[in-house]
């Protein structure tokens, strides 16, 4: 049975705390539910959303027009084990924190640098989540999509995803044309620690764990990820609003002369990724706080909403912060949020 709502506030459905009203909303928990959904009257003939954590959108608008779909199906399965490797099954409106508790309890390996990123198992492909020197892709096998003018349920391989820098084909050509409903990964059994990211190593050195675990490891990014980040509960926010910038080797070489300081890395594309946070930091806007909207004092790249800020409000100091940099560096900042 589909349970339609109407009139729904959607402030505890999105990280910014935002207030917007759903004309229809309906919470969907498994994936046979999710094929009614999308063969129903009330889903063909109105506007659609669909949402999982509400960790990376910022609402404009004061109401939808339509139908939002809260995407909650969950379940985890174990689908295969060899010597090396667990093949595991989530359900895509997981959390996606829960999920890696789930592998860190059972000790396999794989996602503990990906630990308390926020969101849901389906949104981490969708945009190939990342941190800490590991992304989504290292750990994926397969998704399972459905298809929205179909109604049939598509397996999609690593290939066929198009993985990027926070990019992947649903967030391009297949845009709004697939519901993720499940994600399969590739875990470690005897993991192989990524310990390369400089503050992973301090904040190792300086807990007392006795033997390097994927406990140990979450335990630490969990730390650093909390010293760091704003906890959206507290303060509403939907972690890095912008991407890194990448620009050609010959640009940074300009820039470098002129800030030798300017934090780096060189891609296999034979590209330079940028801090993102520090160009912002850089056009003083670390700290500053404007119409109830800032840039975090302790990361840049995370706008933050300090109380009854409006979705108009957070772009504006974004499209402000976006344009200041372009001015100071010649280097235009992508959002890595949804507008809407
Ligand atoms: N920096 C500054 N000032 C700031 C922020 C950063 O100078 O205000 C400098 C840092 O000192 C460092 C560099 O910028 O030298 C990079 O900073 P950090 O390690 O904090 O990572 P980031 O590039 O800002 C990315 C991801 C984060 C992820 C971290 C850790 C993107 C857009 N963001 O941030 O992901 O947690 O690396 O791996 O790639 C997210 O996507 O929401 C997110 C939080």
Sequence with gaps: MLHFQYNVNLKSYNTFGLDVEAQIFIEIFTSEDMVLLVQSDVFKNHFKLVIGGGSNIVFVSKKIEGLVVKNAIQGIEIINKTKENVIIKAGSGMYWHNFVLFCIENGWGGVENLSLIPGTVGAAPMQNIGAYGVELVDVFESLEALEICSGKIFNFDTNQCQFGYRESIFKNSQKNKFIIVSVTFRLW?????????GAIKDQLAASNHKELSVKAVSDAVIAIRKSKLPDPKVLGNCGSFFKNPEIEVSFFESLEKKYPKMPHYLLPNQHIKLAAGWLIEQCGWKGLIKNNVGAHKDQALVIVN?????????VDLALEIQASVYLTFGIKIEFEVNIF
């Excluded at 005897?190 to 990211?197: A, E, G, I, R």
């Design 189 to 197: 059994l005897k993991p192989v620690f990524n310990v390369s990211y």
């Design 306 to 314: 300090y109380g009854q800020a409006t979705g108009q409000a957070i």
